[in-house]
């Protein structure tokens, strides 16, 4: 007998969504009004799962079957939760904190009892139609029909004709038909991993519609299974009276289920032609249960699997998948949007380029790569790391500054983008022969930019010698001819200059606590603080500054978006003129230029 690979995992469709179950845990994955996928996870009560009643057949389909409707019916709530209408939304809108607590709980309330009772009224009407009117036929065919053996069939042809009639007629109603959409979604993700397929939307839609362990065929087992045991107990107990008939029919409901239960899981272990049979009819119902979903539905579906179920790690056990490089970027990305980094998907590719060895650049041709052994464990580690907070920066050893990719370490501050507006700044001013000097240098972004892109003489300092290391290296790795000094400030520098850039730190002391985690712990905190208001630095190096600026010499800060005024003060008040604020592309004070004033040699004119 052919084993076939069985996921675990199953759900059902509710409102504009799937919730998936993997054994002790369930998601619900709703697409919101505004377009977003809302994806929630919530714990299964193990008590009865974990008990010995679980362990004894016919009984644990009865527990489960129970179980499923209770989830069913609150994912179902659940979904419905997030459609509530205008009226309500705006009625909630204007109530105040306190109001919208009690009126939340009384709703939560209301929803208890809803479900309860939804429950109940459920149970009582599948009973009512699927049991009670089949017999009360079968009674009225008893005033013509004598033989006891035909009116039990009659009963179960009845009951057949029913169920499908009752499946017709929902399947006809247009609300329903999404949410069949969705109940063929689901089936798609879980054949296309049972398949040994990764769970991308292109295989999901691609993939069949119909699965063997659907509650379409359950359900429709219950009603063979009914027809089969209702005729052999029937034979056992020759009763004519109603009532015991009755009373017969209600105790075997559990009994049924069970047998159902046991069977549907039996014929979703094994693939042959015994099985196969039996799951045909069942099958061919879920034509009527189920439809195409559209790839905005296989995204819900997938958003509820990968939530409470390890995909890739099923397939490598099972199939000796490995992952192609898009395919571990789409991996990456959700597991870094789960723990909340903006901007995810950039992220997760340049790690998995980093981890597969390839320039970022190169990614689109190289999507459909798989990545081997090695890079698969490098990339669990990268992930690992980004997953603390580190930055993708020292992750990779790279920045990229002004078109080009600067080394980093967790010895220097990782290059923004805002600086670019300093060197841009600069290098709008430069010019041919002069010389420079790049104070707090870091990973020597400002200053080997400005002499990679102007002939110019550049000396770059920073207090830190692994800072200083780093820029050296970048400078040899890029081609650009600088000296390095290590100083603080202009404590070792001789000579003067044409040009002063720097970047100094200008975080407040009492704000660098507040700071993202990634800055917080891991950029180096001297290249961050300065000092009690920020302005630490930049007194330091306005006061000293005209002792090592030519005449005429210019002086290019960057500043934080707060600091323009302080700086600008400073400045005027260490008496440098043709003071400017340069905005970046966000409109915010950037840069800060001022010239050194001339020296008043105190001949008048003649």
Known sequence: MKKQINSGI????????????????????????????????QPCSDTLSKSLWMKIPIVRGVIS????????????????????????????????PEERKAYEEKEKKEEKAAMTGGLLLGIVLAVAIFMMLPYGIRTLLGRFIDNRFLLSLLESLIRIVIFIVYLIMISRQKDIQR???????????????????????????????????????????????????????QALVNSDSHLTRILIRLLLIPVIAGISYELIMVAGKYDNPVMNLLTKPGLAMQRLTTREPDASMAEVAIAAVEEVFDWPDFLKNNFGYRPTLAEAAHLARKKLEKAGFAEAKTEAEILVCHAA?????????????????????????????????????????????????????????????????????????????????????????????LALEKPVQVTCSDISEGALAVAADNAARLGADCTFVLSDLFEAISGTFDVITANPPYIRTVELAGLSRQVRDYEPKSALDGGADGCDFYRRIAEAAPDYLKEGGRLFLEIGDREAKEVTGILEEAGFEAITVVKDLAGLDRVVTAVKAEKDTGEADV
């Open 10 to 41: 199953g759900g059902q469709a509710v409102m504009e969504g799937i919730m998936m179950r993997n054994r002790t845990v369930y998601s619900i994955a709703v697409r919101k009004p505004d377009g977003d996928i809302e994806v929630s996870k």
């Open 357 to 449: 060895g390839l320039d970022r650049k190169a990614y689109p041709v190289n999507r459909e790569r798989i990545l081997s052994e090695e890079e698969e464990k490098r990339l669990a580690a990268c992930l690992k790391r980004r997953l603390t907070s580190e930055p993708v920066q020292y992750i990779t050893g790279s920045a990229p500054f002004y078109g080009r990719d600067f080394a980093v370490n967790k010895d220097v501050l990782i290059p923004r983008f805002d600086t670019e507006v300093l060197a841009e700044t600069a290098l709008k001013e430069l010019k041919e022969g002069e010389a420079v000097l790049d104070l707090c240098t870091g990973s020597g972004c400002v200053g080997i930019t």
């Open 179 to 233: 949410t069949f959409m969705y109940h063929g979604a689901e089936h798609k993700c879980i054949n296309c991993v049972e398949h040994g397929l990764p769970l991308t939307v292109e295989n999901v839609l691609k993939s069949s519609r119909f699965h063997k362990r659907c509650g379409t065929s359950f359900l429709f087992l219950v009603v063979i299974v009914s027809a089969v045991v209702l005729m052999l107990v």
């Open 65 to 96: 079957f129970v179980s499923s409707l209770v989830i069913g019916m609150k994912t179902l709530m659940y979904s419905a939760s997030f459609f509530e209408d205008e009226e309500e939304e705006e009625q909630k809108r204007n109530m105040s």
